[in-house]
């Protein structure tokens, strides 16, 4: 009997002692790199306390607040409404009706295509729109087009068997969708759809170059009135941990929600109970008083 599996060979002995020498060579790479980097911000300076007493002033420290408020700000916006447009574009690919499911299609391929920065400028300057709302409209039209594919994409992703069967019970096709399809995608849709908000969080970045106060522009607002050389060096080792700690939460909350989709009573497997001897069907001649 081999040891293997369906997707590779269990690795033998000299493929194991292989692999964790990669590992180990891996793993020192990753800390030669990382001391190398710290010997770089040592010996520029990038820890005296000259460098980092700026921001124990109450000022830097409401103007960082007030920034990363105007980001979560942008970002729950452009989220909300990403999720409302993917849906209806979503709606509009998977529709019967051909003039719908063309005008969908070019809606959703013409925003995939358009970089988001051009769209968030044209907006900001062409149309005249406040900051706010461009940077929100910008990332609305990209990432909700995106999220259109990822809806359909989960959505055909469901065995054909369950279409076919609900239409065999007599639902309609919303019916289908809303209570068979749906339920069973937004699995595999989650993991997209987290890694795509994700992306919108940080394309709420670019809103600093049509003067949108977020946290990029505080931080950059920060590192223009320092006076000692290299002042965006600690404002990056402030803002960038907060940008991944934010992103981290968001894959914390897929996680989460994965997981009470699965204690869910409505998606948990139903047990049932085995055939007994005596179960008879109707109509049975070898039924009692039907001999």
Not at 35 to 53: E, N, R
Not at 157 to 173: F, H, T
Not at 207 to 235: C, M, Q, R, W
Request: charge should be positive.
């Amino acid at each position: 009997m081999t040891d293997s599996t369906a997707l590779y060979d269990i690795p033998g002995p000299r493929t194991r002692r292989r692999h964790r020498l990669y590992g180990v060579l891996t793993t020192a790479a990753i800390v030669a790199l990382l001391g190398w980097i710290l010997y770089l911000l040592f010996d520029t300076g990038q820890f005296t306390a000259a460098k980092w007493a700026p921001f124990e002033y109450k000022g830097i420290q409401e103007l960082l607040l007030r920034g990363l408020g105007n980001t979560l700000k942008a970002f729950a916006y452009a989220s909300v409404l990403s999720l409302v447009l993917g849906g209806i574009l979503a709606c509009g690919r998977l529709s019967d009706h051909a003039p719908v499911r063309w005008v969908a299609t070019l809606l959703v391929e013409f925003f995939r295509a358009m970089p988001v920065l051009v769209m968030i400028f044209f907006i900001f300057v062409a149309l005249k729109v406040q900051p706010l709302p461009a940077l929100v409209a910008g990332l609305t039209l990209y990432n909700g087009s995106v999220l259109a594919e990822v809806f359909r994409a989960g959505v055909h992703s469901v065995d054909r068997g369950q279409r076919e069967a609900a239409y065999a019970l007599g639902l309609r096709k919303t019916q289908v969708m809303t209570y068979v399809l749906v339920p069973q995608a937004v699995r595999a849709m989650l993991p997209a759809i987290i890694s795509q908000l994700v992306v919108a969080l940080k394309d709420t970045s670019l809103g600093y170059l049509i003067t949108y106060e977020e946290f990029l522009h505080a931080g950059k607002l920060i590192a223009s009135n320092l006076d000692y050389d290299l002042p965006f060096i600690p404002v990056v080792m402030v803002i960038s941990p907060i940008y991944i700690g934010l992103c981290m939460l968001l894959s914390w909350f897929a996680t989460w929600v994965a997981r009470r989709q699965r204690r869910n009573p409505k998606t948990e497997a139903v047990d049932i109970a085995p055939a007994e001897p005596g179960t008879l069907l109707p109509g049975d001649p070898t039924a009692t008083g039907r001999m």
